[in-house]
T-cell receptor, first 114, second 115 residues
Framework: GENVEQHPSTLSVQEGDSAVIKCTYS??????FPWYKQELGKRPQLIID?????GEKKDQRIAVTLNKTAKHFSLHITETQPEDSAVYFC?????????????FGTGTRLQVTL | NAGVTQTPKFRILKIGQSMTLQCAQD?????MYWYRQDPGMGLKLIYY???????DKGEVPNGYNVSRSTTEDFPLRLELAAPSQTSVYFC???????FGTGELFFGEGSRLTVL
């Protein structure tokens, strides 16, 4: 089955700096790569996703890049703000148009300091 | 819409006891899931369902059972609780068929402790 590795496990940046979180996946058939944000004590929520037919996707201060050859994808957050502090999870799956059987990474705890 | 609703939010069980975690969604989603989240381990899929009457195992199904008698409800049953089942459990749902967004909508979670 799919295996997703995520690094780093913790990341501390100063407000205004950029943050990068990296993930690798094992199954070359995977074609859907979402990122979820989980604030302390809250439910995970989708912040951005990318499909294998696209190399990069941006949404305001966040962007995701995908390298299918190397089987890795990354989350980039620019101009970080205190409200970006949370745990971020990457995930991968083979999206066949039915159930989203995602395999999640182990998470990155991002701390944005003032 | 309330979205995905889970009950209870917290529960302490003794080893060997059984219980059911309830999950309901009002978004008319065909697909529903149960995940468990252990510290530092991400989310692991326990069971999922693609529609009423259809369930299938995920990555970590041992010790659990599910049923899906209606589109709205997807309860998770723990039989003979063990300390290894101490975790936070999340129910989720996603859009119906076709090549949809795949986004998972999570409930607020249920924190279970087995002592």
């Amino acid at each position: 089955g799919e295996n997703v590795e995520q690094h780093p496990s913790t990341l501390s940046v100063q407000e205004g700096d950029s943050a990068v979180i990296k993930c690798t996946y094992s199954d070359s058939a995977s074609n859907y790569f979402p990122w979820y944000k989980q604030e302390l004590g809250k439910r995970p929520q989708l912040i951005i996703d990318i499909r294998s037919n696209v190399g990069e996707k941006k949404d305001q201060r966040i962007a995701v890049t995908l390298n299918k050859t190397a089987k890795h994808f990354s989350l980039h957050i620019t101009e970080t703000q205190p409200e970006d502090s949370a745990v971020y999870f990457c995930a991968a799956s083979l999206d066949t148009g039915t159930a989203s059987k995602l395999t999640f990474g182990t998470g990155t705890r991002l701390q944005v300091t003032l | 819409n309330a979205g995905v609703t889970q009950t209870p939010k917290f529960r302490i069980l003794k080893i060997g006891q059984s219980m059911t975690l309830q999950c309901a969604q009002d978004m008319n989603h065909n697909y529903m899931y149960w995940y468990r989240q252990d510290p530092g381990m991400g989310l692991k899929l326990i069971y999922y369902s693609v529609g009423a009457g259809i369930t299938d195992k995920g990555e970590v199904p041992n010790g659990y059972n599910v049923s899906r008698s209606t589109t709205e409800d997807f309860p998770l049953r723990l039989e003979l609780a063990a300390p290894s089942q101490t975790s936070v459990y999340f129910c989720a749902s996603s859009y119906p068929g076709g090549f949809g967004t795949g986004e998972l909508f999570f409930g607020e979670g249920s924190r279970l402790t087995v002592l």
